[in-house]
């Protein structure tokens, strides 16, 4: 079940786990809205989207007035969205930048990658920043610029650097419960109400062997 990060009267942010939907799906499976809404008792509205694979800070509003102001700071880009990521190959270079233009894929739903600009695709772009090595596996920080369907994923699989998991990506096998190594570690952005500045992170998921061989590596 989530862990609650932070609550008041405008805002309910939730550390959403691995393998949880943000949003009822055709699943049925209990969604991230779904448990913040009998947590809440009142209906909530969605601000942005987290992969049901992934893990991580999921940002609720309580209000359609708060949602609409969270959601505006997102299609401006302002929120700052960092993300972690353990890939099994190291990144061309150690930190970098990764522009490329994406088209969603409904029929097999997935983003197509794209070098240049052509009829149907968005622009996609994040900076990255190798945190640490393992043995096996290697930690990305990402800070997310733009926000598209799948965009982690198939930005870090462009160049040869898959989700621990992510197999529709290409990583070479799949996590026994159907999870990928990616966390929304950190959002911040200006209240709905007071308009302050505020960050809300959420720690890595816990009793996992991989994220744990990570810990050293961590942002301070």
């Known amino acids: 079940m989530p862990d609650i990060l932070f609550e008041d009267t405008l805002l309910l942010a939730v550390d959403k786990p ?9 699943t049925g499976d209990e969604s991230a809205l779904q448990w913040g809404e009998a947590h809440c008792r009142q209906a909530l509205h969605p601000v942005h989207r987290l992969d049901r694979p992934a893990s991580g800070v999921l940002l609720l ?20 969205k960092d993300y972690l990521a353990v890939v099994g190959a190291p990144p061309p270079e150690p930190e970098g930048s990764l522009l490329h233009f994406l088209q969603k894929n409904t029929l097999k739903n997935r983003a197509d990658v794209f070098a240049d ?8 772009e994040l900076h990255y920043r190798l945190l640490g090595s393992s043995q096996r596996y290697h930690l990305l920080l990402v800070r997310l610029i733009t926000g598209r369907h799948h965009q982690i994923r198939a930005q870090l699989a462009a160049i040869g650097c898959p ?30 109400g ?3 500045w505020m960050a809300v992170e959420a720690p890595v998921p816990r009793a996992d062997p ?9 942002p301070a």
């Open 210 to 218: 991989v994220w744990t061989a990570m810990q050293g590596f961590l």
């Open 194 to 196: 007071s308009g302050e």
């Open 117 to 124: 600009e052509r009829p149907g695709t968005e622009r996609a």
């Open 163 to 192: 989700i621990k998991g992510d197999v529709k990506y290409g990583f070479r096998r799949g996590n026994r419960d159907r999870s990928i190594h990616l966390h929304a570690w950190r959002l911040a952005f200006e209240h709905p």
């Open 61 to 80: 509003a309580k209000t359609p007035a708060a949602m609409t102001l969270l959601q505006r700071q997102f299609q401006q880009h302002t929120v700052e």
């Open 18 to 26: 691995p393998g949880m939907p943000a949003q009822p799906d055709k």
